[in-house]
């Protein structure tokens, strides 16, 4: 049996409706508390991932900066995203087992 990675239940909650995408979405749910994982693109642009590591430690929300733009992207069957808000407890959880400890920059 194939192991799931990341981006296979990155699609997998887009799907079930439990994802937000985009940059002015994530940062207007952030602070709402519906957000339980946030997961940025590597290559993003410095200034988002400074954004958005300051936003979920103030909220309390685990920040992950994993994978590529292009990767997640495709993985949630959008163009051109970067920044993904996992609204779903039992998703958030699991993406972050499957994702290295090292990438975690808050929680």
Known sequence: MKKKTPENYLGLARRAGKIVSGYRTCVHIIGKGSIKLMIIADDSS?????????????????????????????????SGIGVFGITDRNFADVMIKEISDETIITE
């Open 46 to 78: 410095a200034n988002t991932k400074e954004k958005f590591t300051a936003l979920c430690g103030k909220y309390g929300v685990p920040c992950m900066i994993y994978g590529t733009t292009e990767s997640l992207s495709r993985a949630a069957g959008l």
